[in-house]
């Protein structure tokens, strides 16, 4: 994709963008709100309190946010569409599958990128779960669409992306991948599969209610856009009211109308993630995981969320206790590291829990 020179920002100015990230490790929870976006919010809603706000006015920050996106993870602005949730967008996705047809999960994976398919069941679509480690060799030409998360929400353990899409590609199947828990935490180049799907309220910092839906043109054309609204259209302004419809030809026939706060401050966030080096932040991450496995006597995983066992959540609460903000997902506590974190917070952690896992 050619887009044109963008300005970047180094690690060091980002993490100015952040005031609350000491002993905040819970980015696969949620992010924090960097200071460009807190401001901008607080004048929109001060231009929403003097009613000096107009709808029409949004749609030029939400075009650049759907650029910034679009840069963010490799693919055309028109190959994306914008949405609130992740499983409202892999819901139209579910209803383009054949009855009877076979969809591929992974054991274990966030509910809203299983469930969807898992209620086609009554029409005969048959979804079968591995654990993605064996995603890749499990898919065959029975697959019609393999749906996994690129980061596994309850582990941090990341797929084979290379091995998948080679897969898929020799069977013919579709292939879809959420990146909630990789954008903005690790380079994602969403040209690789069919279609995405990604909520930015974690590691992409936006406020809650802001996701995009990247669509392959071949795929594109296999799916209804069953939540056909005004903002779908291809003239959004002049689609307000039917019975006419004409729908936008390329993927933002699948937007839905937005939350224009939500989106006035999600602008700012993806503008500042697509403005990073994304395998400099995944090695800043990444290396405080492995330092902290260390310190655990913990396998090194390269990853940015580490996790352990902890059924009785007593980790967690000690965790707590100190003032870490973590979480406890599947039986076991999770930590998350991201730019605004360093070598203290693995100190924390280490001291909170005592060395107990050695």
Not at 318 to 343: K, M, P, Y
């Amino acid at each position: 994709m050619t887009t044109l020179a963008h300005p970047r920002r180094t690690l060091d100015e980002a993490r100015a963008q952040f005031v609350g990230g000491r002993r905040y490790l819970g980015a696969c929870s949620v992010g924090l709100a960097s200071a460009d976006t807190l401001a901008a919010m607080r004048a929109d809603q001060q231009n929403w309190a003097e009613g000096t706000c107009s709808p029409a006015a949004f749609d030029a920050g939400i075009a650049r946010t759907r650029d910034a996106y679009g840069r963010l993870v490799n693919v055309a602005p028109d190959r994306i569409a914008i949405g609130s949730h992740v499983s409202a967008m892999v819901s139209v996705l579910a209803a383009g599958v054949p009855d009877g047809a076979e969809v591929l999960c992974v054991a274990g994976d966030f509910s809203s990128m299983v469930f969807p398919f898992m209620v086609l069941e009554r029409r005969g679509v048959r979804v079968r779960h591995v654990p993605v480690e064996a995603l890749a060799d499990s898919i065959t030409a029975d697959t019609y669409l393999v749906a996994f998360s690129l980061v596994q929400s309850a582990s941090g353990r990341v797929a084979d992306v290379a091995a998948i899409v080679a897969a898929a590609a020799s069977t013919g199947t579709f292939t879809l991948c959420d990146t909630t828990q990789a954008a903005g935490a690790m380079p994602v180049d969403a040209s690789l599969f069919d279609a995405t799907v990604c909520h930015a309220y974690k590691w992409l910092c936006a406020p809650r209610g802001a996701a995009f839906l990247t669509l392959g043109v071949d795929y594109q054309r296999t799916l209804v856009p069953i939540q056909a609204n005004w903002y779908a259209g291809d003239d959004v302004w002049a689609s307000c009211y039917g019975p006419e419809m004409r729908l936008a030809a390329d993927a933002r026939a699948f937007d839905v109308s937005p939350a224009w706060p939500v989106w006035v401050g999600a602008e700012p966030a993806i503008d500042l993630f697509a403005s990073l080096d994304l395998a400099e932040v995944h090695a800043h991450n990444t290396a405080l995981g492995d330092t902290l496995c260390d310190g655990l006597g913990l396998p090194r995983a390269g990853q940015a969320i580490v996790t352990w066992p902890d059924a009785s959540a007593h980790d967690l609460a000690a965790l707590t206790a100190h003032g870490i903000t973590a979480s406890g997902r599947a039986g076991r506590a999770r930590v998350a590291f991201h730019l605004w974190n360093d070598e203290r917070d693995v100190a924390d952690v280490l001291a909170a829990l005592g060395h107990r896992l050695r």
